[in-house]
């Protein structure tokens, strides 16, 4: 098992360009998370999906979309990067009835 | 709205000591807590999970507690060693797929 992944490890973008992070996991679990993670702010939940085909916003969603493709895929995208999403981004998986929160890597992303 | 807060942000020890790290909550309707601990430039990982209805879990040399109506748990590590440095932060759930973050305690153990 590969757990929880994430692509890219690292991008740059400029202010004003798109792009999209993507997350897999490998658990048969049925909720998954997008966090941002800032120096001083700890991390904090921008989107989630309760089971496949549901989506909500969590605390910081301005600027961010989401699909959830399938029960595996979960991505993130940014239509048009601002510097205040430079940032860490992290994705996250749960089986519910279990609880436990299993975390992918992270993609740093940092926003000219 | 539930607040989540770890103090100190920062802590050295000597190896050897046992420590105890600190979070508090805001609202006791919490449905689990979990402790997690990140190294530099990693994703977290998960270390002991309580649910609401627990009072502690213990792992290893790792011991959390929790205390709802206080607002309160803690993560005791015994005998710490230097390669239990690293960033530990405590999470809680409302029960409503959401989990709220504390800011993390980075924790030096000097060899």
């Known amino acids: 098992n590969a757990g929880v992944t994430q692509t890219p490890k690292f991008q740059v973008l400029k202010t004003g360009q798109s792009m999209t992070l993507q997350c897999a996991q490998d658990?048969?679990?049925?909720?998954m998370y997008w966090y941002r993670q800032d120096p001083g702010m700890g991390l904090r939940l921008i989107y989630y999906?309760?089971?496949?085909?549901?989506?909500d916003k969590g605390e910081v969603p301005n600027g961010y979309n989401v699909s959830r493709l399938n029960k595996r895929e979960f991505s993130l995208r940014l239509e048009s990067a601002a510097p205040s999403q430079t940032s860490v981004y992290f994705c996250?998986?749960?089986?519910?009835?279990?609880?436990?929160?299993?975390f992918g890597p992270g993609t740093r992303l940092l926003v000219l | 709205k539930q607040e989540v807060t770890q103090i100190p942000a920062a802590l050295s020890v000597p190896e050897g000591e046992n420590l105890v790290l600190n979070c508090s909550f805001t609202d006791s309707a919490i449905y689990n807590l979990q402790w997690f601990r990140q190294d530099p430039g990693k994703g977290l990982t998960s270390l002991l999970l309580i649910q609401s209805s627990q009072r502690e879990q213990t792992s290893g040399r790792l011991n959390a507690s929790l205390d709802k109506s206080s607002g309160r748990s803690t993560l005791y590590i015994a005998a710490s060693q230097p390669g239990d440095s690293a960033t530990y932060l405590c999470?809680?759930?409302?029960?409503?797929?959401?989990?709220?973050f504390g800011t993390g305690t980075r924790l030096k153990v000097l060899a």
């Open positions: 999470a809680v759930s409302t029960g409503t797929y959401k989990y709220i």
């Open positions: 658990m048969n679990h049925n909720s």
């Open positions: 996250a998986s749960i089986f519910r009835g279990q609880e436990t929160q299993y």
């Open positions: 999906s309760a089971s496949e085909g549901t989506t």
